[in-house]
C-alpha cells in the first residue's frame, strides 16, 4: 500500500510539474451554436479549453432570460446509458440555473420578452472506475482538498452555450471543455459519469462568466428560487459521503424531484 501511495506522489509530483490538465483543445463549429463567427480562446484559464465572445452592447439589453432544457449533441459514447447521460444533461441544467440565476431573473416558462441560453453537451467522456477505486484509497492516506488520480481513465464534459436575445441575435457564445486532472480538486468516482457529472459546475460557473455582460452585478439568490425545480443548490449528503468515502457519487451530489409548493403532482 505504502509503495503505491509512493507512486501515485510520484506520478502527482510529474504531472504538477509538466502541467496536470489534459484537456484536448476545443473546436468551433459542431452546429448548435447559430454562429461561430468571433470566437476567440481564453489564455487566462488553465483548467479547461475555452473559445467565447460576446457583444457588449447587446448582452447589457437582456436582463430577463429563459434557460432552455440542455440537450444532447453530437455525443456518442456507447458506454453510457440514456439514464446516465440524462443525469449529466439534470445536473447541466441544475448548474447553469444557479449560476445565471446570479446575473439574471430567470423566467420559468418561455417568455416572447426574455432572451434565452441555449446550451448543448457535446462531449461526455466515460471515468474509469477501477482507477477511480484505487485513488480513492490512496487519497484516503493524503488529507486536503487536492486529490490524486491515477493517470488514465479520467473523463470530461464539452458543451456549447449562447445568449440569444429576445429577437434572436446571438449576444454571447462559448464552446467549453474539460477534462479531470491528475492532481487537482476532481474526486474520482465509482460512477461512469462521475467526471462529467461534477464538471457540470465549473461549466455553470464559466458560462455564466461568458454570457453576462462584464459591468452585470451580481444578485442575491431570489425568493422564491426559480431554480428549486431542479432540486436544492446544496446537497449536504452528498459532501458527507465524499469525506466519508473519497468518492463523488452523483445520486447524491446532484438534483433530484422537489414538489413543487402546494403539493399535486409533478
Not at 490538465?21 to 484559464?45: H, I, K, N
Not at 457588449?56 to 432552455?68: D, G, K, P
Not at 440555473?97 to 423566467?107: D, G, H, M, N, Q
Not at 487537482?184 to 460557473?205: C, F, M, W
Request: glycine letters at 10%; hydrophobic letters at 40%.
Amino acid at each position: 500500500m505504502v509503495c503505491g501511495i509512493a507512486r501515485l506522489a510520484t506520478a502527482a509530483g510529474l504531472a504538477a510539474t509538466v502541467g496536470a490538465c489534459a484537456t484536448a483543445e476545443v473546436q468551433p463549429g459542431s452546429g448548435f451554436l447559430s454562429t461561430y463567427e468571433g470566437l476567440e480562446p481564453r489564455t487566462d484559464v488553465v483548467r479547461a479549453s475555452v473559445l467565447q465572445r460576446r457583444n457588449e452592447t447587446l448582452a447589457s439589453t437582456v436582463a430577463r432570460i429563459w434557460v432552455a432544457p440542455a440537450e444532447l449533441f453530437g455525443v456518442a459514447d456507447p458506454a453510457l446509458s440514456d439514464d446516465e447521460q440524462q443525469m449529466v444533461l439534470s445536473e447541466v441544467d441544475r448548474q447553469l440555473c444557479y449560476e445565471l440565476s446570479e446575473r439574471f431573473e430567470i423566467a420559468e416558462q418561455q417568455d416572447p420578452q426574455a432572451g434565452t441560453v441555449r446550451v448543448g453537451v457535446t462531449h461526455i467522456r466515460a471515468t474509469h472506475q477501477a482507477g477511480s477505486a484505487a485513488a480513492a484509497v490512496a487519497n484516503f492516506f493524503i488529507p486536503g482538498p487536492i486529490k490524486v488520480r491515477t493517470p488514465g481513465g479520467m473523463g470530461g464534459l464539452g458543451a456549447e452555450a449562447e445568449l440569444l436575445t429576445p429577437d434572436g441575435r446571438q449576444a454571447a457564445a462559448i464552446v467549453w471543455r474539460r477534462d479531470a486532472m491528475v492532481v487537482g480538486t476532481d474526486k474520482p468516482s465509482l460512477s461512469r459519469i462521475g467526471d462529467a457529472h461534477q464538471l457540470a459546475e465549473p461549466l455553470g460557473d464559466m458560462v455564466a462568466d461568458a454570457l453576462a455582460p462584464e459591468d452585470r452585478e451580481t444578485r442575491a439568490t431570489p425568493s422564491p428560487d426559480p431554480c428549486r425545480r431542479f432540486g436544492p443548490r446544496i446537497r449536504p449528503e452528498g459532501f458527507i459521503a465524499g469525506i466519508a468515502t473519497g468518492l463523488y457519487q452523483p445520486e447524491l451530489s446532484g438534483g433530484r424531484s422537489v414538489k413543487p409548493e402546494g403539493g399535486g403532482p409533478q
